[in-house]
Every structure is written in structure tokens, then in C-alpha cells.
């Protein structure tokens, strides 16, 4: 089983900064991505940003330009750094990796973090 804990959400204003972090545990052998989705109250969870074994990035076209996904193999950690926050910013945010296996035969898998919840006021 592979575990992903976020942290890093809070309750900021319009144009503030925050960054999310995503520590999952070290048994993952490989993956395909791993990235943010985030669900608003009543509204779909949604693909924010993800980043490939590669550090290939990707962003949904609302947050391009303003936030930004990151890896640090040595902590087991990903990154969403997040500027000029907005109040249609505001979600939880969950942590996803994608096509996890944790030995070279595993079969691959998908999982989420709980979740942190970001609020931004106008």
C-alpha cells in the first residue's frame, strides 16, 4: 500500500502565496505521474498540475503562470507551490499518483492523499 499525506493548506487572501506539500511513502518503485487535483464545493475534482518521472510538467490552463509542481526524490516529496492565489482558488486539493507499482511485477495503481483544504478570500 502506498500512502500519500498533503499539508500546507490554510486560509489566505486574494494574491497571498502558499505551498502544498505531498510526502508519500518510500515504496514506490515506479509511477507514471503524480500530481493535484482539487474538487470545489458542488463541482468535479479536477486536474491541477502533474509531473512525470521525468519532470515533465503539466498545468491546467487556469493556474499556468501562477502555480508551479515540483519533485524531491531524496524527501519523497512533491511540491505545488502557489502564487496570486484567487477565491475560485479555493478546493481541497488532494495528491495523486498515478501508475504505482511498488516492485517491478506489481501491478500498477492509482492513489490519493485525504486531502487539504485552501481557502482564499476576495
Known amino acids: 500500500q502506498v500512502q500519500l499525506v498533503e499539508s500546507g493548506g490554510g486560509l489566505v487572501q486574494a494574491g497571498e502565496s502558499l505551498r502544498l506539500s505531498c510526502v508519500h511513502s518510500a515504496n514506490i518503485f515506479s509511477f507514471n505521474f503524480m500530481g493535484w487535483y482539487r474538487q470545489a464545493p458542488g463541482k468535479q475534482r479536477e486536474l491541477v498540475a502533474t509531473i512525470t518521472r521525468g519532470d515533465v510538467t503539466n498545468y491546467a490552463d487556469s493556474v499556468k503562470g501562477r502555480f508551479a509542481i515540483s519533485r524531491d526524490n531524496a524527501k519523497n516529496t512533491v511540491y505545488q507551490q502557489m502564487h496570486g492565489l484567487k477565491p475560485e482558488d479555493t478546493a481541497v486539493y488532494y495528491c495523486?499518483?498515478?501508475?504505482?507499482?511498488?516492485?517491478?511485477?506489481?501491478?500498477?495503481?492509482?492513489?490519493w492523499g485525504q486531502g487539504t483544504q485552501v481557502t482564499v478570500s476576495a
Open positions: 495523486n499518483a498515478a501508475g504505482v507499482r511498488t516492485t517491478p511485477r506489481s501491478t500498477a495503481r492509482d492513489f
